[in-house]
């Protein structure tokens, strides 16, 4: 064994390690995949409400630059009337 250099795993190893199912890896089925699409509709609807107020830089700058609780939620209250205007 040279120093400093790991040992190589046997031949006999290395295929069962690969061979191995992810328990971890989550299995994707069509309700996943429809809540997936859920929540790019949700994101899309947000891009385009940002759009609507002037983009996402001019609506953070807003909410950056208020002085009050309240003024920033009349702002986020003013974007989630726009999705449930949308959504009808």
């Known amino acids: 064994m040279v120093k400093g250099v790991p040992p190589?795993?046997?031949?006999?190893m290395a295929t069962t390690a690969g061979n191995q199912h992810d328990?971890?890896?989550?299995?994707?089925?069509?309700n996943d995949k429809d809540s997936f699409g859920k929540v790019?509709?949700?994101i899309n609807e947000f891009i385009s409400i940002f759009n609507s107020l002037g983009g996402i830089e001019n609506v953070y700058n807003s909410l950056k630059n208020?002085?009050?609780d309240?003024?920033?939620m009349q702002i986020v209250l003013?974007?989630?009337?726009n999705?449930?205007?949308?959504n009808n």
Do not use: V
């Open 83 to 86: 999705i449930g205007s949308s």
């Open 78 to 81: 003013r974007c989630f009337e």
């Open 40 to 42: 790019l509709y949700i």
């Open 8 to 12: 190589q795993q046997s031949p006999s």
């Open 66 to 68: 208020c002085t009050s």
């Open 23 to 30: 328990s971890s890896a989550p299995n994707i089925n069509s």
């Open 70 to 72: 309240f003024q920033k």
